[in-house]
């Protein structure tokens, strides 16, 4: 997935002596490795060229998950140029690779490792580990592969808006908030394989089913984080489905229902406003999803209940 932190970028590369071989800098939302990866996943390798001549094209790009001595391609999506000298390239991780089992008796250590080649000069192997899942809600920030009869999710107003949608694929904001007992669709990236099983670089034809059962938690907070799942007081539940979106590569959506708010709720307001304590709401609702391997959340508006303290 590509969420530019050039920042981080910046930083990795004033660490660098100017090379004759691509680096690989880092993957994601993680600077620096080791990155923790899942069957399927989609993620952005940041890759500084060194001395090779930029712009590339996808064709002069391949990327390898390497596993116990075998090596499996990776497929490059897309290839784009960060900052200069810097390639963010959009892989998939290969749903063959084998997993590591954290919360099994015995621990399964691994060595997995991979590797991006840039006009046939490849970087250094990083390590990597995978797991069942590594779930990443997606937001507009980030990219997505469609086929060519799949329908993209409408953008929100704010820098990097959670893809969470009502049922006419709109996205919920603070003018077009949720409302109690709504199902929603979150859109995610990273949660394994489905059943039937998916195959890697190719888009569904059909929306499957995970093959790992997700928690799902609701925290109806103030631009509150993700929390992992059971730890809020505010209950534990599974989602309505979490599975494969037809006609996109390595994307999956998270179907919930809207609980109760409670009768205090503060209502969300537009992201051009600040309220006058200085703090803009940009959400009232946290919702978390996750399994023993990793969690991610993102936060939505909801509509106070009619009658409420915050309602007219």
């Given at each position: 997935?590509?969420?530019?932190?050039?920042?981080?970028?910046?930083?990795?590369?004033?660490?660098?002596?100017?090379?004759?071989?691509?680096?690989?800098?880092?993957?994601?939302?993680?600077?620096?490795?080791?990155?923790?990866?899942?069957?399927?996943?989609?993620?952005?390798?940041?890759?500084?060229?060194g001395t090779i001549?930029?712009?590339?094209?996808?064709?002069?790009?391949?990327?390898?998950?390497?596993?116990?001595?075998?090596?499996?391609?990776?497929?490059?999506?897309?290839?784009?140029?960060?900052?200069?000298?810097?390639?963010?390239?959009?892989?998939?991780?290969?749903?063959?690779?084998?997993?590591?089992?954290?919360?099994?008796?015995?621990?399964?250590?691994?060595?997995?490792?991979?590797?991006?080649?840039?006009?046939?000069?490849?970087?250094?192997?990083?390590?990597?580990?995978?797991?069942?899942?590594?779930?990443?809600?997606?937001?507009?920030?980030?990219?997505?592969?469609?086929?060519?009869?799949?329908?993209?999710?409408?953008?929100?107003?704010?820098?990097?808006?959670?893809?969470?949608?009502?049922?006419?694929?709109?996205?919920?904001?603070?003018?077009?908030?949720?409302?109690?007992?709504?199902?929603?669709?979150?859109?995610?990236?990273?949660?394994?394989?489905?059943?039937?099983?998916?195959?890697?670089?190719?888009?569904?034809?059909?929306?499957?089913?995970?093959?790992?059962?997700f928690n799902i938690?609701?925290?109806?907070?103030?631009?509150?984080?993700?929390?992992?799942?059971?730890?809020?007081?505010?209950?534990?539940?599974?989602?309505?489905?979490?599975?494969?979106?037809?006609?996109?590569?390595?994307?999956?959506?998270?179907?919930?229902?809207?609980?109760?708010?409670?009768?205090?709720?503060?209502?969300?307001?537009?992201?051009?406003?600040?309220?006058?304590?200085?703090?803009?709401?940009?959400?009232?609702?946290?919702?978390?999803?996750?399994?023993?391997?990793s969690f991610d959340?993102?936060?939505?508006?909801?509509?106070?209940?009619?009658?409420?303290?915050?309602?007219?």
């Amino acid at each position: 997935m590509r969420q530019l932190f050039f920042s981080l970028l910046l930083s990795g590369l004033a660490c660098l002596a100017q090379s004759s071989s691509p680096v690989l800098l880092s993957a994601g939302n993680v600077n620096p490795f080791p990155l923790s990866v899942a069957p399927g996943q989609v993620l952005t390798l940041f890759v500084e060229t060194g001395t090779i001549v930029v712009p590339v094209t996808p064709s002069d790009v391949s990327a390898v998950f390497s596993m116990g001595g075998t090596n499996q391609p990776m497929p490059v999506l897309q290839v784009g140029q960060a900052i200069p000298q810097v390639l963010a390239v959009t892989v998939q991780v290969p749903f063959g690779i084998t997993v590591s089992c954290a919360p099994c008796a015995t621990a399964i250590v691994i060595a997995e490792s991979i590797a991006v080649s840039v006009n046939g000069t490849a970087t250094t192997n990083v390590m990597v580990q995978a797991f069942q899942d590594q779930v990443h809600f997606l937001t507009s920030c980030d990219v997505i592969m469609a086929g060519p009869s799949a329908r993209l999710p409408v953008n929100g107003g704010l820098p990097c808006t959670p893809i969470v949608t009502h049922a006419n694929g709109t996205t919920v904001s603070a003018l077009a908030p949720a409302t109690a007992g709504e199902e929603l669709v979150a859109y995610a990236t990273g949660l394994g394989q489905t059943n039937p099983a998916l195959t890697t670089g190719q888009p569904p034809a059909a929306s499957s089913p995970t093959l790992t059962t997700f928690n799902i938690d609701f925290n109806y907070r103030v631009n509150a984080l993700a929390t992992e799942p059971g730890t809020v007081d505010s209950g534990n539940a599974t989602p309505v489905f979490t599975g494969a979106t037809e006609g996109y590569v390595g994307l999956y959506q998270i179907n919930f229902i809207v609980p109760p708010p409670p009768p205090s709720l503060t209502p969300c307001v537009d992201f051009a406003a600040v309220t006058t304590a200085g703090i803009a709401v940009q959400s009232n609702l946290t919702v978390s999803v996750g399994s023993p391997f990793s969690f991610d959340g993102a936060g939505i508006c909801v509509r106070p209940t009619v009658g409420s303290d915050n309602t007219e």
